[in-house]
Structures are given as C-alpha cells and as structure tokens.
C-alpha cells in the first residue's frame, strides 16, 4: 500500500531564501509523481509532473526531483516571495488509472 | 475553455442527511476522480468514473456512492451523513489516454452539523 509523506508540516521563512520541500513514499513502483499548489480553501493547482523514466522537471522558479530508488522527492524554490505561500502537496501515481495517493502536505509562508 | 466546475460552492446538512455534489470535467476529459479532503490533510481518493461505470475505488463506505453521466459530468452522492464526513470534497478530470495530467475544480466545502 502506497503512503506518502511530507517535512515539514510548516514552514516559515523570509522573502527572498532558497527552499527545500519533501516528500517521501513507500512503493517505488509509481507512474509518476506530482507537486499541487493549494491556497486556503481552494482547489489544487498542478505545478510540476515527474515520469517515472524522468529525475527531474523545472518549471521557472521550481524544481522538482524524483528518486525513485530511495523513494523521495524534492521541491526546490528559489528566491522566495510572499506570493509563493500556500500549502504544497505531493501525489504519487501508482497505476495507469491516475489515482493519486497524497502526502498531508506542507504549508509555507514567507515573510516580506 | 471552461476548467472544471463543481457545484455548489459550499453546504451545510444536517446529520443523517444525504447530499449531492456535482462536478463538469474540463472539455475534452472523459474521466472523473473524486477526492475527500479533511481540514489540515491531504485530498483521499474516493473514487473515479470512466465510460459511465465505477472504475476504481478508495477505501470509503458504500454511503459514498457516484454516477456519471454521457455527457462525462458525474455526481457523488453521500447517504446518512456522519460529522465525520464535513471536509472540500475534490473533483478532478483527465482523459483517458493522458490519464496523468488531471485538473481539479475548486471544490465544495460540505459541513455537517
């Protein structure tokens, strides 16, 4: 049974910083991994999608890696704005049907 | 090009209630999934539609009951109603053949007092 899971719940930094977030999972027989962007209350936005056969996606300021032999992903920021806070959720994909298992995600605020 | 629409925005039921929520896939997706996000959690799958019928399923009671219709928009239907069961509830569709680029709608927030 796939879990994932993600560290730290919360963070807190200021404008500006690099950042790190993380995101780990069990079965590493997954079709694909995906990072969603979620502001209070809303739905989730899909920022950056890894394959399976891939180790990494960048999409401007993100980037986003996928170790599929240790069972992790990162999520890197870089020069953080306060634009940026939201909580960020990782999803494996483990079939061919897109279920998505997600992590209960971290939520980040940057501080002007 | 309209995304992916839920219906209504917000709910309030009472316990032992039944509710239905209502979802319209982006143009051109075929497939729907639908999620249960608890406050402070991640999104849990509840189930997905494709053609018409149940494809998959999470591990959710059978009071979590779905349809979708020709036109591909589909219904999630919750019977008796627990206080357990207030959360966003999560509508997201693909196409079959790009299963793995899924959009989601914005959601609709049921509270159950």
């Known amino acids: 049974k796939q879990e994932v899971t993600q560290i730290p719940a919360a963070l807190s930094v200021p404008e500006g910083e690099n950042l790190v977030l993380n995101c780990s999972f069990t079965?590493?027989?997954?079709?694909?991994l995906q990072w969603f962007r979620q502001d209070p209350g809303k739905g989730l936005t899909s920022l950056l999608l890894?394959?399976?056969?891939?180790r990494e996606q960048t999409s401007g300021r993100l980037n986003a890696s996928l170790d599929k032999s240790s069972g992790r992903s990162t999520l890197y920021i870089a020069a953080s704005q306060p634009g940026d806070s939201a909580t960020y959720l990782c999803?494996?994909?483990?079939?061919?049907?897109?279920?998505?298992?997600f992590g209960q995600g971290t939520t980040l605020q940057v501080k002007p | 090009d309209a995304g992916v629409t839920q219906s209504p925005t917000h709910l309030i039921k009472t316990r032992g209630q039944q509710v239905t929520l209502r979802c319209s896939p982006k143009?051109?997706?075929?497939?729907v999934s639908w999620y249960q996000q608890a406050l402070g959690q991640g999104p849990q799958f509840i189930f997905q539609?494709?053609?018409?019928?149940?494809?998959q399923r999470g591990n959710f009671p059978d009071r979590f009951s779905g349809h979708q219709f020709p036109n591909y928009s589909s219904e999630l239907n919750v019977n008796a109603l627990l206080l357990g069961d207030s959360a966003l509830y999560l509508c997201?569709?693909?196409?079959?053949?790009?299963?793995?680029?899924?959009?989601f709608g914005p959601g609709t927030r049921l509270t159950v007092t």
């Open positions: 890894i394959q399976s056969s891939q």
């Open positions: 997201a569709s693909s196409f079959r053949d790009r299963y793995y680029e899924q959009y």
């Open positions: 539609y494709y053609e018409e019928e149940e494809r």
């Open positions: 143009s051109g997706h075929d497939t």
């Open positions: 999803a494996a994909c483990s079939g061919n049907t897109g279920k998505l298992i």
């Open positions: 079965d590493s027989a997954i079709y694909n």
